[in-house]
């Protein structure tokens, strides 16, 4: 008869995740985290747009990049939490700064981590730790609601619990959100509850573990006719001022919205319509 100490062993050697080699960081500068089975993906061919064609982030690219910079090259650096209004190039700018610290000679390596995958992050850091290259752990898009347990793993990227955040891994996230949860859920927790000032400062105090906050907001019609000017140059697409500007604002009016991301899907509207190929 089986001996039940070893039927148990063998159930949970089961359930376990497999263990996995690391990959070999010299293929690649980006990899994607995936979870079931554990493993880092190599990106060949990262989707970004050149850091000169993001404008009306001055501020915050310049803030971006030192920081980015002083972690490559292995002094002290900040988490980053980059928050504010939508298709205002806050990812854009991550996977921007990135590139041009790797194209200054850093050999940076940046990992995408998936909101959703939050609870393996304790995994992917003792990983991260063991190797002598230098991550920026990138998740974009983050924010919790009401019973989002979530928040809790993100503690151990920016805290690092007893054994700290690993010296060679810096946090960078992108939100919609200030204090990664919507205000509406805030005021309610704190009108319901027993101690108001105490009822959401768990989840509130995350934003405050971020060394560096760099806020995005809406673009002008400036800086919005300047963005598509500068693809339409940067990819080769023949227009006149006055037919972009009176094409642009009308796309802008169709959408009712004017941001980076709305002059780029007019951009590749113009660029089809043109005949022009682009790359991002």
Known sequence: MTDPLERIAGALERVSPPPFDAPDFAAADAFVWQVAPDRLQPVKHVSRVDMGLLLGVDRSRDTLLENTRQFARGLPANNALLWGARGMGKSSLVKAVHAAVVAEGSALKIVELQREDLTSVTRLLALLRSSDARFVLFCDDLSFSH???????????????????????????????????????IENERASAISPSEATEEKVSLSDRFGLWLGFHPCTQDDYLAMIRGYCDAYGIDIDDDTLRAEAIEWQATRGARSGRVAWQYVTDLAGRRGVAIVS
């Open 147 to 185: 019973d989002d347990q979530h928040y809790k793993s993100l503690k151990a990227v920016l805290d690092g619990g007893i054994e700290g955040r690993p010296e060679n891994v810096v946090f960078y996230a992108t939100s919609n959100r200030r204090h990664l949860m919507p205000r509406d859920m």
